[in-house]
């Protein structure tokens, strides 16, 4: 079964420094992969995704992330995170031909001053 | 992207009791989707709901636990039945846009006393 692995579960960095939440995702087939924020007491606002193309997929808020199929990752990168980043990060996975979303456990992000 | 919104925004209730939770879809959208997400927690699917057919639960979701409507392509209602405290969570609703996308609604907090 597909699965995503986010190995961090908590990113503590300070502002202006850059981040990386790393995730990781199990299927051998083809997949579509995006990324998700959730600030607090808010739904869920889709970041950036990866369909196909190019493995350097730009985002919103300064966000990026590498598809990298060999490893099987798709982490996310930020040169130079802001107080209002804080917040938590779900990296999720659907099979191509498939409409579900498998989510990760999420990675919390806490920006400080 | 399509504007969701839900009610309750969040609620209280009493074990044994039933929640009605709406979602309303500012477009016309074929998919919908129906989330938990238990605290602390990421999300989990509960079940499809396609306009036309009866819904489609995962594992570990039944209908009788989980009622689901979709009368038109709008609006969508998930009811969460006979409630324990387990069943605290964030009720989220999405719609499928675009190339396997999902836009989720605000959530709907889930108190169970």
């Known amino acids: 079964a597909q699965s995503v692995t986010q190995l961090d579960s908590q990113v503590p960095v300070f502002e202006e420094a850059p981040v990386e939440l790393r995730c990781n995702y199990s299927?051998?087939?083809?997949?579509?992969l995006f990324w998700y924020v959730q600030y607090p007491n808010q739904g869920l606002q889709l970041l950036l995704k990866?369909?196909?193309?190019?493995?350097l997929v730009k985002g919103i808020n300064g966000f990026e992330a590498e598809f990298n199929k060999s490893q099987t990752s798709f982490h996310l990168r930020k040169p130079s995170v802001h107080i209002s980043d804080t917040a938590e990060y779900f990296c999720?996975?659907?099979?191509?031909?498939?409409?579900?979303?498998?989510f990760g456990t999420g990675t919390r992000l806490q920006v400080f001053p | 992207s399509a504007v969701i919104s839900q009610k309750p925004s969040r609620d209280i209730c009493q074990r044994g009791t039933s929640l009605t939770i709406q979602c309303q879809v500012d477009?016309?959208?074929?998919?919908m989707f129906w989330y938990r997400q238990q605290p602390g927690q990421s999300l989990t699917l509960i079940a499809t709901?396609?306009?036309?057919?009866?819904?489609?639960?995962e594992s570990g979701f039944v209908i009788d636990k989980f009622p689901i409507s979709r009368p038109n392509l709008t609006f969508s209602t998930l009811t969460v039945s006979n409630m324990s405290p387990e069943d605290s969570s964030i009720y989220l609703c999405?719609?499928?846009?675009?190339?396997?996308?999902?836009?989720f609604g605000p959530g709907t907090r889930l108190t169970v006393t």
């Open positions: 477009s016309q959208v074929t998919m």
């Open positions: 709901a396609n306009q036309g057919s009866e819904a489609t639960y």
């Open positions: 999405s719609v499928g846009q675009g190339q396997y996308e999902q836009y």
């Open positions: 299927s051998s087939v083809s997949v579509y």
């Open positions: 990866y369909l196909s193309g190019s493995t």
């Open positions: 999720a996975v659907s099979d191509r031909g498939t409409d579900k979303l498998i």
